[in-house]
């Protein structure tokens, strides 16, 4: 049963009164087409025993077509373009892990032997590999399916294909900060406070707080080699101490929950607790949409995609916002191709700090280097002052992803082309060639078909010599490896994946920042004023000068202003009129209060 409730419950459910769960943590991935399993139901395709259609192995597939030494940087925006990527990709989408890392028939570690049974699904290294280091495989566990899911009965002759969970709320609502789960909302939450959530130390310098500590039991995060113990941070999602550049903007967006809190508990002493919480939730929500969709897509979808997109036209009952999950394992994973292997790190006049910039493996799971090492602002200045890693069709992940990703905290490095190429095997994702025909493109019955979306001959022919066939080509390797739709920084079959997912999202949230009533008229002004340069001089250390769009590339100091001439929300549109008023009186009440603080 749902109730009418004003605000976002914690877990999404609800949201679609007609159908509560959509969207909702915890809940299947939506499907586009049909999932494609090898047995038509449960084992992936490519698994060493297929020997049907052979797949090439996906470390194979990721030397071949996913691993680069060299690098073009962007000529338009900056480092932050990957970051808010990968910060909304912690919004709206957590597979669901294997519940083990052992084999379920001996509890063995997949690590150690390197088989597929049940839950391991290793990825086998090549003998020949050149970087492997004599290493035969990489762990990966299949992740959970759906209770019941995977199965075939055969007295009724049907099937159940194998689905997988998303862990968040699909919608983009800030769960990445406040948690997906009611439980994981209380532990952020600090409950002895009115609508703060629970601060950590203070930042050296400034006193402003981190984000707390996730305390027992111990983390991945004391692993670092210099023996320091510092714990992972705690955020509403367990990805936050990923790389540092993460976990910086985790910092400023939890500050930024408190900073709105404390300023409407001034404008409105007598709220409780709750409908502080709730209201500074609903803001902190509300921007990161406007961010996205008003400052951050138009970068990435370009004219045409926005165009395709649309203007919002209301809220759709009818469209499901639920992650897709071949938007989860291969198409919003092109962030991966934009990762820049180094982490800089300036000082206020954009000099480089005294502890340097960091490789970006040593950035990995590392907290200690914030509260160690000059705090987020350096980071942070990193992010925007430097321009990111161009979308290139021959340049897509760097050894540091490939060779080396945790390397830090793992026993075995992992690769990150490799785990998501066998990821997509694991979800049971159609082949490339059906996405094609999904998206209106030409059915690739051959290699050269694929010429006006994958120009390149010689990738091509790299496929062509991998998979034999087109039906063999995996979605993520070949969405990667298309050219750029000019002024988009995406490929013809990733930009229709992207806008379909992107419309849903949008459409299909009742609590979508626009959807009328969401807001007053007066206070979505106010949002739009929103900007990721206005979160970041409020809530970083001491960031006081910025471009005004991050995104876009500037050369300190050309093109920054001071903070001071970033325009902000203004809160006191969220004043609430005194009890007792007659109703036209409270009617007028926004304005009476915004005029009078005019
Ligand atoms: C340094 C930066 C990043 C690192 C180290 C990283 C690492 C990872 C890892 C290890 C996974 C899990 C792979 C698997 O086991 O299947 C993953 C998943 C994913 N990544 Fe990233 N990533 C980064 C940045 C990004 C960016 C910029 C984006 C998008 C713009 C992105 C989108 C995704 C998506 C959509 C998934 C699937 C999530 C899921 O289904 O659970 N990542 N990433
Ligand atoms: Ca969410």
């Not at 705090?375 to 979308?391: A, E």
């Not at 809530?539 to 325009?567: K, L, M, R, W, Y």
Request: glycine share 6%; hydrophobic share 35%; charged share 20%.
């Amino acid at each position: 049963m749902c109730f009418h409730q004003k605000y976002r419950t914690q877990d999404g459910s609800c949201n679609n009164l007609q159908h509560p769960k959509w969207g909702a943590s915890a809940t299947a991935f939506e499907r586009l087409l049909k999932p494609a399993y090898k047995d038509g139901f449960n084992l992936p395709r490519g698994s060493t025993n297929d020997n049907q259609h052979p797949l090439p192995l996906a470390r194979l597939v990721s030397t071949t077509v996913m691993r680069s030494e060299t690098m073009t940087l962007e000529n338009q925006f900056t480092k932050m373009l990957m970051q808010w990527g990968q910060l909304l990709t912690h919004d709206v989408v957590r597979t669901v892990a294997a519940i083990s890392n052992s084999r379920f028939s001996d509890g063995k570690r997949c690590s150690e032997v390197c088989t597929e049974d049940p839950p391991c699904f290793s990825i086998l290294i090549p003998e020949n590999d050149p970087f492997a280091q004599g290493k035969r495989c990489m762990p990966l566990m299949r992740s959970s399916p759906v209770c019941g899911s995977g199965e075939a009965f055969l007295l009724i002759n049907s099937v159940l294909p194998r689905e997988q969970m998303n862990h968040l709320t699909s919608y983009i609502d800030a769960s990445n900060v406040y948690g997906s789960t009611e439980h994981e909302s209380q532990q952020l939450r600090d409950l002895t406070s009115k609508g703060f959530l629970r601060k950590g130390d203070a930042a050296p310098g400034s006193g402003k707080p981190f984000m707390p500590f996730a305390m027992s039991p111990p983390t991945v995060c004391q692993n670092n080699r210099d023996n320091t113990s510092i714990p992972c941070f705690l955020s509403g999602d367990i990805r936050a101490n990923e790389h540092l550049g993460l976990t910086a903007m985790h910092t400023i967006w939890f500050r930024e929950h408190n900073r709105i809190a404390a300023k409407l508990l001034e404008l409105n002493p007598k709220w409780n607790s709750n409908t502080i919480y709730h209201e500074a939730r609903k803001i902190v929500g509300a921007q990161m949409q406007h961010i996205t969709y008003s400052h951050w897509l138009p970068k990435i979808l370009g004219v045409a995609g926005m165009r395709r997109l649309g203007e919002y036209k209301g809220y759709d009952p009818n469209t499901n916002a639920g992650i897709s999950n071949s938007f989860a394992t291969a198409a919003f994973r092109f962030g991966h191709t934009m990762i820049d292997p180094v982490v800089y790190r300036f000082n206020k006049t954009f000099g480089v700090i005294p502890e340097g910039h960091l490789p970006l493996q040593k950035a990995f799971f590392s907290p200690f280097r914030i509260v160690r090492e000059g705090g987020i602002d350096p980071i942070l200045r990193g992010l925007f002052g430097r321009p990111g890693k161009m979308r290139v069709s021959t340049e897509q992940l760097s050894p540091v992803l490939t060779e080396q990703l945790f390397a830090t905290t793992r026993a075995v490095n992992l690769d990150l082309a490799s785990l998501s190429i066998q990821r997509g095997r694991d979800h049971g994702i159609p082949p490339y060639k059906d996405y094609r025909v999904f998206c209106n493109l030409t059915s690739a019955q051959d290699f050269e078909d694929l010429r006006n979306e994958i120009k390149n001959p010689e990738i091509r022919e790299k496929l062509k010599k991998l998979y034999g066939i087109t039906e063999n080509i995996d979605l993520f390797p070949a969405l990667m490896n298309e050219d750029l739709v000019p002024g988009t920084r995406l490929g013809a079959t990733l930009l229709c994946l992207l806008v379909i997912e992107f419309q849903k999202l949008r459409d299909g949230d009742r609590f979508w920042y626009e959807n009328p009533g969401v807001f007053t008229p007066a206070q979505l002004t106010q949002i739009r004023q929103a900007s990721l340069a206005r979160v970041l001089c409020d809530n970083a250390d001491d960031i006081t000068e910025i471009q005004p769009d991050v995104f876009q590339i500037a050369d300190f100091p050309h093109g920054f202003v001071s903070c001071s001439d970033i325009p902000y929300i203004d809160l006191r549109l969220w004043q609430q009129c005194y009890e007792g008023m007659t109703l036209i009186l409270q009617l007028m009440c926004p304005t009476i209060v915004f005029i009078y603080h005019r």
